[in-house]
């Protein structure tokens, strides 16, 4: 499968030049394949294929005078900012036509200079490298500093740049894992666990651990508060806002590493001492629309079910996502009575048919493994349904100590 692997990028000043300019000029590229297909649709053409928008936009576009900055910057990054236009614009039709899961997609806009997150991409015959003092050696920008967490376990097959909202620069290589590789690294078990997602405890296991939430936005409040009070006082346009949308994009960008931190290390290792894992497929956009959204989006249960997910297809491990309508809260998972809907403050009950008493998280997460199919069967086997599939998305710079990875 592939995966993406993201390293911290030092550029200096300039190589920072260089690359807003390499950033620029695909976003107009980009903005000339929107507008050409504008244009297109206003006249009732058809629209202009690939090759056609490949010569007119930026082949030939660089002969003229108005965008002859074009030649400033590898050829590759601007087909690839084509390439970005033409993929919005078949996932845009898949979505009208119904053949794209999730919510609906608007057609492509035009991207603008303002936008506070900026990437450009490098593929295989853009003749970029790894320098051996470990610079990434990228063409018309030079060789730039790289901070390597970890090696990589293949050669990559493409390279994307990218400039987030606090001003950081990241290099996300495309990596082909080597299944073999990946099962060597994990250790063989029989274990299998139910998840319960809350928001007293992140998570409680069907083996009674409980795993508490690290509330990671409401520890940092205070901190954004000031931070996002200083921005709102500062003249628009003026330096001085801009240094104050820096610190609270920086702010933010600490409490999203720090969530995204927690949830690969416990993915990480559950993913490792289970082989079968249940969870429950929750609505996470209805429950962000009640009084608890922001403990909700805080917990990130979404991004955690993701990267169990895609490391379950990886290490050859089960993940089973039980109906967001099941009932585990209600059914006493001694004798399987239901007992019926409890208000969130109820932590603890009594079955009225058995008279066991069940802590709420703990019990839920007990239906969970049950209704999964993970429960150990009449004949002492536990069942083990077959793999899920998971979608390609970029993973964190960590995970597994840098010592497991192959060279």
């Known amino acids: 499968m592939q995966l993406r692997y993201a390293f911290r990028l030092y550029p200096d000043s300039g190589q920072r030049t260089a690359l807003a300019k390499a950033f620029g000029c695909a976003r107009v590229v980009f903005n000339d394949a929107v507008r050409a297909r504008q244009d297109a649709r206003a006249a009732g053409d058809a629209f202009p294929a690939a090759g056609e928008l490949s010569k007119k936009l930026i082949t030939e576009a660089k002969q003229t005078d108005a965008r002859a900055w074009l030649g400033e910057v590898s050829s590759v990054v601007l087909q690839q900012s084509l390439r970005d236009a033409e993929a919005a614009y078949k996932n ?8 794209r899961k999730g919510t609906k997609m608007g057609a492509p806009r035009f991207k603008s200079r303002k936008d506070n997150r900026q990437s450009i991409r490098f593929t295989a015959n853009a003749r970029w490298s790894i320098t051996g003092s470990g610079r990434l050696n990228l063409p018309k920008i030079g060789a730039v500093k790289v901070t390597w967490s970890r090696p990589l376990p293949a050669r990559p097959s493409s390279v994307t740049v990218i400039k987030d909202a606090a001003g950081r620069y990241f290099a996300s290589f495309v990596i082909d894992t080597d299944p073999a590789a990946d099962a060597a690294r994990m250790p063989d078990t029989d274990q299998s666990i139910g998840i319960d ?4 405890h992140f998570a409680v296991l069907s083996d009674g651990t409980k795993i508490d939430s690290p509330r990671f936005l409401r520890r940092a409040e ?6 996002q009070r200083e921005l709102s006082r500062k003249q628009k346009g003026s330096k001085n806002r801009e240094k104050a949308r820096l610190k609270v994009a920086r702010a933010h960008a ?19 001492d289970n082989q079968a894992i249940g969870v429950e497929d929750l609505a996470v956009k209805g429950l962000a629309r009640t009084r608890l959204a922001k403990s909700v989006h805080d917990a990130g249960w979404a991004q955690f079910v993701h990267m169990l997910e895609y490391k379950a297809v990886r290490y050859g491990r089960t993940l089973v996502k039980i109906g967001r309508f099941t009932p585990t809260s209600q059914v006493c998972s001694k004798c399987g009575a239901k007992d019926g809907p409890k208000p969130l ?14 802590d709420r998280d703990h019990n839920a997460a007990i239906n969970v ?8 069967s009449a004949c002492g086997a536990p069942v083990r349904p077959g793999l899920v599939p998971a979608q390609r ?13 192959a060279a």
Do not use: M, N, Y
């Not at 205070?222 to 931070?227: D, E, T």
């Not at 949830?263 to 490792?272: N, P």
């Not at 403050?345 to 069940?358: L, S, Y």
């Open 369 to 376: 493994k049950t209704a999964a199919g993970l429960a150990v």
């Open 92 to 99: 845009f039709f898949a979505s009208l036509r119904g053949e």
């Open 222 to 227: 205070k901190k954004l508060k000031r931070a």
């Open 254 to 272: 600490q409490v999203v590493d720090a969530r995204r931190e927690f949830h690969h290390q416990l993915s990480t290792k559950l993913i490792r």
């Open 393 to 405: 998305e970029e993973t964190g710079s960590r995970g597994f100590p840098p010592e497991t990875c």
């Open 197 to 200: 997602l809350g928001l007293t």
């Open 345 to 358: 403050h109820i932590r603890t009950w009594t079955c009225a048919a058995c008279g066991a008493v069940h």
